[in-house]
C-alpha cells in the first residue's frame, strides 16, 4: 500500500454514517432487517443495476415470500423468475441455499458471517452485508463499489485482482467498522451509497462528498487513476446453430441445459456448435438436411462471452420414440420456465410470424 494514512480513522465512519442518515438511500424495497430479504436482495445486485433489481426484486418476494417458500419451489419456477437477469447459477444456488436453510439450520438463518459463508452462492462480502444489515453484527462489506471508495479515499494504487493487494483492504475496512453495533445498518448502506451515488467510476461527485475533506484522491486529483484499473477479461467467442424443432401442435423441442456453464439450468433448444452436429441431431427427428430451414445469424452478448447464433428451423409431422432427454413444450408452458431471454423472445417471433412452419 502506499498510504500510511490508515491511523486514527473513525472519521470514516463517522462521516459516512451522518451522511448516510441525512442524504443516503432509504427506499430501497429490500432494506429491511429480514435476512432473507437482504440475503435474496444481495444476490441479485451482484453483477446487476439497482434499477433491473427493482423490477425483479418485488416479483420475486411476492412468489416466494419466505426461505420456506423457496426451498419448497421447483427449480424451473425459480430459474424462470430469473429469466433475463443473466447469471443463472446465482439462482440456482440460491434455491439450493434456501434448502440448506431449512434443512440444516432449521429454517432459520445463522447470525454470524462464518455460518453465513457456508450457504451456497454466498461469499464474505454477501455474509457480511446479511450479518451487519440483520444482526448488527460488526463486519465488513467489501464489494467493487468499496474497493473504489477505498482505494481513492487513502491514495492505495495496487492491483485488484492480487489476493495479497485485496486482503490488505479487508483489513482496511475491518479497520473502518464503527465500534457501535447499532451503526451498522446504516454504516453498511452507507458503504453501499457512497460508491453507488457519489464516488462512481466516472465522474465521482466530490463536491457533496463526506469524505473530501480526508480524500487523498480528491486531494492529489487521482480519482481518474484510482483505483487501478483491472487487466480486461478477453471475450470468448462462442457459435452454435440453434435448432428449433417444431411439431404440428406448435410444440417446440426443449432440452435442459446442463447445470454449468452458458445458460446453465435453463431450458433451451438444442444447441449444437457445428453443422454436422446439427444433421446428426435432425436424424434423430427424421429430418433430412434439406429440410433445415437456415434463418439469419445474430449476435448475443454475455459477460465474457460473445455468442454467435444461427438458428435453424423445422418442422415435423410424425415424430419418431426419441431416446434422448428432452420435452415437446408449447408456449403457454414454456413461458413459465426459466428460458433464456433471446431465446424466449426469438421463439415469440417466430410464433407470432409463420416462418412457414406449422
Ligand atoms: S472525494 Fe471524490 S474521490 Fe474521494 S471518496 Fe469522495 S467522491 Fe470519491
Partial sequence: MTSNKTENTTWFAENLIAWQRQYGR???????????????????LQQTQVSTVRDYYPRFIAAFPTVQALADADEDAVLSLWQGLGYYSRARHLHNAAKQVVNDFGGVFPQTRIQLETLRGVGRSTAA?????????????????????????????????????????WALAEKL???????????????????????????????????????????????AQLPRKKTATPVQEVFWY?????????????????????????WCVPCVDGFQAALDYGALF?????????????????????????PLLVAVDAVPSLSISGQW????????????????????????KNNGLA
Fill in 329 to 352: 413444450l408449447t408456449a403457454a408452458s414454456w413461458t413459465d420456465l426459466g428460458l433464456p431471454k433471446p431465446l424466449a423472445a426469438y421463439l415469440s417471433k417466430i410464433t407470432g
Fill in 286 to 310: 427424421g429430418v433430412a438436411a434439406e429440410e433445415w430451414q437456415e434463418m439469419p445469424p445474430f449476435k448475443h452478448r454475455l459477460t465474457h462471452r460473445l455468442l454467435h447464433i444461427t
Fill in 129 to 169: 452485508a446479511i450479518a451487519a444489515f440483520a444482526f448488527n453484527k460488526r463486519e465488513t462489506i467489501l464489494d467493487g463499489n468499496v474497493k473504489r471508495v477505498l482505494c481513492r479515499v487513502f491514495a492505495l494504487d495496487g492491483d485488484l485482482n492480487d489476493k495479497t493487494f485485496t486482503d490488505q483492504l
Fill in 26 to 44: 432509504h427506499d430501497l424495497p429490500w432494506q429491511s432487517s429480514d435476512p432473507y430479504r437482504v440475503w435474496l436482495s444481495e444476490i441479485m
Fill in 177 to 223: 467498522l464503527p465500534e457501535n453495533e447499532t451503526d451498522m445498518s446504516a454504516y453498511t448502506q452507507g458503504l453501499m451509497d457512497l460508491g453507488a451515488t457519489l464516488c462512481k467510476r466516472n465522474k465521482p461527485e466530490c463536491a457533496v462528498c463526506p469524505m473530501i475533506n480526508h480524500c487523498l484522491a480528491y486531494r492529489h486529483e487521482q480519482q
Fill in 242 to 266: 440453434w435448432l428449433i424443432i417444431r411439431r404440428g401442435d406448435g410444440a417446440v423441442w426443449l432440452e435442459k441445459r446442463p447445470a454449468k456453464g452458458i445458460w446453465g439450468g435453463l
